[in-house]
């Protein structure tokens, strides 16, 4: 039961351009969400957040988008830099103490 | 700035054999928690550790594994007898406080090999 999904394992962008990482999700109950960026051989790191009762939150470069209505969101980065290159995860909060995460998407940013 | 540390880094065992890995999250956090990442696949949670006790666990922390929590500042997991499949990367989190609001920072992980 995959309740978190992203689609694409795969992205590549070129440098300057906006990178656009999607996650959709099927539990309505999901009340807060998060983006990780992971680096081979470390541990996810936090990025972003955004709580349910909100459609949109931007840090610098990033900015996540939720659409509860099509249980999706997405993360932008623009511009997209090389030190972008990295898996990200979307993850759901789900019950009191746990994370849910999605399967991730490597992005490949080219100069 | 504070960060979740773990050790080994690396640990081979053979199959059959208890395994231990540590964790010393970041000094006032409430909720710690242990996922695991088999090669490839996603991110999975393991189970919550809050109040010196386990708070919420997934279906695959069977009575295999366990978790303590032995002094103020080290979390362990332990695999009583490990299997082909326990093979992953094991990651220690921890929060400031469960619920929306608080993200969990991770450890570098451990990665378990298991012959």
């Known amino acids: 039961d995959q309740q978190v999904k992203q689609n694409s394992p795969s992205l590549s962008v070129q440098e300057g351009r906006i990178s656009i990482l999607n996650c959709d999700y099927t539990?309505?109950?999901?009340?807060?969400f998060l983006w990780y960026k992971k680096y081979p051989a470390e541990g996810p790191t936090f990025l972003i957040s955004?709580?349910?009762?909100?459609d949109k939150n931007e840090d610098g470069r990033f900015t996540v988008f939720l659409n509860k209505s099509a249980k999706h969101l997405s993360l932008h980065i623009v511009p997209s830099q090389p030190g972008d290159s990295a898996v990200y995860f979307c993850?759901?909060?789900?019950?009191?103490?746990?994370?849910?995460f999605g399967t991730g998407t490597r992005l490949k940013v080219l100069a | 700035e504070p960060e979740v540390t773990q050790t080994p880094s690396h640990q081979v065992t053979q199959m059959g054999q208890e395994v231990i890995l540590r964790c010393v999250p970041i000094?006032?956090?409430?909720?710690f928690y242990w996922y695991r990442q088999i090669l490839g696949q996603k991110v999975e949670f393991l189970v919550s550790?809050?109040?010196?006790?386990?708070?919420?666990k997934s279906e695959i922390f069977d009575d295999q594994f366990s978790v303590e929590r032995p002094d103020g500042s080290n979390f362990t997991l332990k695999i009583r007898s490990t299997k082909l499949e326990d093979s992953a990367m094991y990651f220690c989190?921890?929060?400031?406080?469960?619920?929306?609001?608080?993200?969990?920072?991770f450890g570098p992980g451990t990665r378990l090999t298991v012959l």
């Open positions: 550790f809050y109040n010196n006790e386990i708070s919420e």
């Open positions: 955004i709580s349910s009762i909100k």
């Open positions: 989190a921890s929060s400031g406080a469960s619920g929306s609001g608080y993200e969990q920072f």
């Open positions: 993850a759901a909060h789900s019950g009191t103490y746990k994370y849910i």
């Open positions: 539990n309505s109950m999901f009340d807060y």
């Open positions: 000094s006032n956090h409430l909720y």
